[in-house]
């Protein structure tokens, strides 16, 4: 089993930046690909951001594009994702995902293992 954990969310104005942090731990030589998704209120789960072991792949959401950038670091088995130029409409539950394969994928199926979340509001 792994087991991930965010950190980072908070409150922050509009234009502002935030740094979330997964730190994942258990079998973690079993986890390749990562990413991020997000939930708003009243709204279904959301892709934002994956990740390849290496990092040397990574992909966005359209809405995050150029805002958003995701990172990790396999030596402290941690994925950060930091936003820019924040805006009200982000404000969600962001969660981390991790999977067993190192393609990515955008689907939340396609993932096996899922933090608890942190909230992120942006106000306006």
């Known amino acids: 089993q792994v087991q991930l954990v965010e950190s980072g969310g908070g409150l922050v104005q509009a234009g502002g930046s935030l740094r979330v942090s997964c730190v994942a731990s258990g079998r973690t030589r079993s986890v390749y690909a990562m990413g991020w998704f997000r939930q708003a209120p009243g709204k279904e789960r959301e892709f934002v951001s994956g990740?390849?072991?290496?990092?040397?792949?990574?992909n966005y959401a359209d809405s995050v594009k150029g805002r958003f950038t995701i990172s990790r670091d396999n030596a402290k088995n941690t994925v950060y994702l930091q936003m820019n130029s924040l805006k009200p409409e982000d404000t969600a539950v962001y969660y981390c995902?991790?999977?067993?394969?190192?393609?990515?994928?955008?689907?939340?199926?396609?993932?096996?293992?899922w933090g608890q979340g942190t909230q992120v509001t942006v106000s306006a």
């Open positions: 995902a991790a999977r067993l394969y190192n393609i990515l994928t955008t689907r939340e199926n396609d993932y096996q293992y």
């Open positions: 990740i390849s072991w290496s990092g040397s792949s990574t």
